[in-house]
């Protein structure tokens, strides 16, 4: 199910891409058409390509980037590449793919993915090499704010690992849901609701499979069981905004050895 809906959004998205003829990032960013997090993805790489040409001109001997005129000269460039950078057909094809896979895995499973395509390649990173990445991630505003709170506590040279890493991100999701209340998290489950609503309904829905997985990532494991144990008794594939707010609401209530679908809120009247 999530390959097929990833593959619908990526159709559309490359026929926006074609349809308003862009080819380069100051068109992509100026077309209202483009999701942002498409944009995101599209500068981070912008921005991360001008980053190790950066570095590959400050370690020529001949070249000093301290010297007025060629700093400046080097800004004008760098400052033209992040309007100006043309990005051909197969790039464009190759990102897009990329972003919509990061983003949805993302937005399913954050401190997986934080974690895992922070350190892809490495087992330990300094804060500046963590920051470049950070930038490809426009969702859960509160779990890249904290992030950055953390590590901006550390001296720069500081190299942080995958566990501590991952502890940290854990550290700042739990201590942030500790005191929502149920409307506040349901509200933060919108971005992944408006992915799956590839055909525009009125009305806001998750895939059970996509909840589970994020119960999981945060290590709920009791509402985790729980969704797994409706999931059971009702054979539901799809729950709706409302009902997964009466989920949350109820679900420790429930008799899950003897209910029946009419004795589970969330299913009156379907």
Known sequence: MFEEIIEIQKNRILQLFENNYLTNIGEINNCNDIPNWVKTYFNSNIYLEIYKLENDISAKEFIDLSIDEIGKSWQAFEDSLKTQAKIDLQIIEKWVDE????????????????????????????????????????????????????????????????????????????????????????????????????NNYDYKFLPIAALKIYFNDKSWASIENALLKIQRKTNAILWTKSQIIEFLKNYENIDFENATNNQIPLFNGN
């Open 99 to 198: 972003a919509i896979h990061l983003y949805i895995n993302y937005l399913i499973r954050p401190r997986f993915t934080l974690t895992n395509f922070i350190f892809k390649e490495d087992d330990e990173l300094s804060i500046e090499k963590i920051k470049q990445k950070l930038i490809f991630f426009n969702e859960y505003q509160y779990l890249k704010d904290g992030i950055y709170d953390y590590i901006n506590n550390y001296e720069s040279n500081y190299n942080f690992n995958r566990k501590n890493f991952y502890q940290a991100i854990a550290n700042i999701d739990d201590n942030y849901f500790r005191n929502k209340s149920v409307d506040e998290i349901a509200d933060i489950f919108d971005p992944l609701c408006n992915f799956f609503n590839i």
